[in-house]
């Protein structure tokens, strides 16, 4: 008769790994001489004899995905396309909820070629020129080279 897998097993099969996890979480807390903490990271894998390899840790932020669509590269950027939102809203309080389309087209360089607006609410030539500007001060990442069109929704505060 086959016995069957109990929990106890498993983790007993596992053991030779969690000893290794809980050595490993033992050395990254450790202080340096220096004085600032090291990861560890195995110099083999989980069943090999060498001993951990200090690393030193990192504190600066995971870097943030790349844009996939025009619209990320815009969001990422939309600053001073607010500012030209707040412009607008200057000249006219009374300007609701309203989006812009913006249609990039770029060379394989990267260079800007042209730029067209699409408008849901009537904006002031001021406000489209502030606009403008900011479009033409964004930079694609060579991955959305081409004909690009992203879409920013501006909401009154």
């Known amino acids: ?3 069957p897998h109990t929990r106890t097993e498993r983790v007993s099969r596992a053991t030779p790994l969690a000893s290794v996890l809980v050595t490993l979480s033992l050395v990254a807390c450790a202080p340096t001489t220096e004085g600032a903490a090291v990861a560890a990271v195995p110099a083999s894998g989980p069943q090999g004899s060498s001993a951990p390899a200090a690393v030193p840790s990192s504190t600066a932020p995971p870097a943030s995905p ?4 025009a619209s990320d590269v815009l969001a990422q950027g939309r600053a001073p396309f607010d500012a030209c939102y707040a ?3 200057r ?3 009374d300007l609701p909820r309203t989006s812009v389309e ?4 770029m060379d394989d ?3 800007l070629l042209n730029v067209d607006f699409a408008y849901r609410n009537r904006m ?4 489209k020129d502030c606009i403008r500007n900011a479009a033409e001060a964004v930079r694609f ?3 959305l080279r081409g004909k690009q069109t992203g879409t920013i929704v501006f909401t009154p505060p």
Do not use: E, V, W, Y
């Open 1 to 3: 008769m086959r016995r």
């Open 66 to 69: 790349p844009p996939i669509s």
């Open 109 to 111: 360089g990267g260079k």
């Open 87 to 89: 412009l607008a809203r």
């Open 91 to 93: 000249t006219n309080p």
């Open 102 to 105: 913006m249609t990039f087209t």
């Open 141 to 143: 990442p060579p991955s």
């Open 124 to 127: 002031d030539d001021a406000a």
